[in-house]
């Protein structure tokens, strides 16, 4: 990977964060938190994954979808990009994962004692 796409992605992730805490008006999008950015090669995708303290997927899912022309369009103005990439949102499921993991060595731990 090219370390101006390693770049673009970084700032995209920064610059996302931003805006969705900052400048959007859906409270749901307050809430969420971008986990990470990639960007084809080509320019043609930009893959935002993201995940949430609380709530349900769906509400989150479906403001980013209902934002998507808005989000893409303010990102577009902070980015130095030739064409703005198509956006796709994806859950991130390591942090639930994650967690899930702990509870069960946790469970695990207080059997033992």
């Given at each position: 990977?090219?370390?101006?796409?390693?770049r673009n992605e970084s700032?995209?992730?920064r610059e996302l964060s931003l805006i969705l805490l900052n400048d959007a008006k859906n409270d749901d999008l307050k809430k969420i938190i971008i986990t990470e950015v990639r960007i084809k090669n080509?320019?043609?995708?930009?893959?935002?994954?993201?995940t949430?303290?609380?709530?349900?997927?769906?509400?989150?899912e479906k403001a980013l979808n209902e934002s998507k022309?808005?989000?893409r369009s303010a990102?577009?103005?902070?980015?130095?990009?030739?064409?703005?990439?198509?956006?796709v949102f994806i859950h991130d499921?390591?942090?639930?994962?994650g967690n899930h993991i702990y509870d069960v060595l946790d469970k695990i731990k207080k059997e033992e004692n």
């Open positions: 990977m090219s370390h101006s796409l390693e700032q995209a992730l080509d320019l043609s995708v930009m893959s935002i994954y993201y949430f303290y609380s709530g349900k997927k769906e509400t989150y022309g808005f989000l990102l577009a103005k902070k980015l130095k990009l030739r064409k703005m990439p198509e956006l499921e390591s942090l639930e994962y």
